[in-house]
């Protein structure tokens, strides 16, 4: 039988979830709700990974184990392919991806280079993608976004960052710091080893951490850690990381809602190799006649540099940002100082129409306000500028604001 624990309480179970949680700090697990599509987008890197019939028998392993060994994992080298479906219950993009993007550019310094990694990150908000990725140590990495007539490609490379369109020809370029000194360059999330850090912070004393048995995954035996929060009221159903048995390596990264249906990431690996890549993969010279856009010298581009509790702790200028409650349940509130959704046109259609499409208009002892939602985050505005978000359901952000009057 392939290994596994069960989720019933026992006393053991108890004191490994105490061992699974010392020294782990809380994760923020919400998005300010006026990032809820940036959100979306930072959520997608991982992609799922087809897995082969029957489960691998492997040696029985403890959640605290498991945890342990994806913690000493020392893999910086790597290529393979991966492959992204993400399901938020968004309305299709159809063309509000450029809408959104040039919006994001030309607010930043990139002038509006569509090669821009910032302009890329909606493509993953939605539908299945395919991505080629290499690593060869932390400061040499490609990542390349595939469709049927082009290519993009991000490729960092000592401390330069280029990002490559081909279907427009546009060259994006800037320099990131060496490893070890500051975090540079945030890449364009492609690999479940990043959700999977942040899925671990996650772990406290609201949440049930197990190991529910094997499974393989791009050819390799894998376990399977299972993440539950114990609580109700949150939108997050279960998280499941396949992790490579041999390296310690999250191959496959899923994450269902409670609502059920369809999981909200599936990510992971389809193939993959732990060989050295090619030093040639990650050279990149600007082909002729190519729009070369030079962007701020060691800083991602805006719309990616935060997400999570990072992006919680970059608004420190909004007004009486805290949180409400605890664990998976956590509410995000702070105040904007305006006047909450405002009822008129931002001057494009395209994106009226699909924020329109996302709010509901709700009402409570806080008065009235807009709830805009995703299958997996929530973010009530109400009229006079507070803000309420969180993986939490809609009722619970109406109780939280209703609280707080």
Do not use: C
Request: proline share 5%; charged share 25%; aromatic share 4%.
């Amino acid at each position: 039988m392939a290994p596994y624990e069960s989720d019933h309480s026992t006393n053991a179970d108890e004191a490994e979830a105490d061992d699974v949680r010392t020294g782990r700090r809380k994760a923020a697990r919400y998005v300010v709700p006026v990032a809820v599509m940036g959100m979306a987008a930072a959520t997608i890197g991982l992609v799922p990974a087809l897995a082969d019939s029957g489960d691998p028998d492997l040696p029985k392993i403890s959640a605290q184990q498991l945890i342990e060994k994806i913690a000493k994992s020392d893999v910086e080298q790597l290529s393979g392919t991966v492959k992204i479906s993400t399901d938020l219950g968004l309305p299709d993009l159809g063309g509000l991806e450029s809408s959104f993007a040039s919006g994001a550019v030309q607010g930043g310094n990139s002038g509006g280079s569509s090669a821009d990694p910032s302009s890329k990150l909606l493509e993953l908000a939605t539908g299945t993608h395919t991505l080629r990725v290499a690593a060869d140590g932390p400061d040499k990495s490609k990542v390349s976004l595939l469709d049927s007539a082009a290519e993009y490609s991000l490729i960092h490379n000592g401390t330069d960052v280029w990002g490559y369109d081909s279907k427009s020809n546009e060259v994006y370029h800037s320099t990131a710091p060496k490893s070890g000194t500051e975090k540079g360059q945030k890449d364009v999330p492609a690999t479940p080893q990043e959700l999977a850090d942040e899925a671990l912070k996650a772990v406290d004393d609201t949440t049930s951490v197990t190991v529910d048995g094997t499974a393989q995954v791009a050819g390799r035996d894998a376990y399977k850690l299972l993440i539950k929060p114990k609580q109700s009221g949150s939108t997050v159903g279960a998280i499941t990381i396949a992790v490579d048995s041999k390296t310690g390596l999250p191959l496959k990264f899923t994450l269902t809602p409670a609502s059920g249906g369809a999981a909200v990431v599936d990510a992971g690996f389809t193939k993959v190799d732990f060989s050295k890549p090619a030093a040639s993969t990650f050279d990149f010279t600007p082909p002729k006649g190519a729009k070369v856009t030079e962007g701020d010298d060691g800083k991602a581009p805006e719309s990616s540099q935060k997400s999570g509790e990072d992006l919680g702790a970059g608004l420190g200028g909004l007004d009486g940002l805290k949180t409400i409650g605890e664990g998976w349940n956590s509410i995000a509130e702070f105040d904007t100082g305006g006047e909450g959704v405002p009822s008129g046109s931002s001057g494009n259609s395209d994106v009226d129409g699909f924020l329109n499409s996302l709010g509901d208009q709700v009402t409570g002892k806080f008065g009235s306000g807009t709830v805009f939602s995703t299958r997996l985050v929530n973010a009530l505005i109400t009229d006079d500028g507070k803000v309420y978000a969180g993986a939490v359901t809609k009722d619970a952000l109406v109780k939280a604001a209703d609280a707080a009057q």
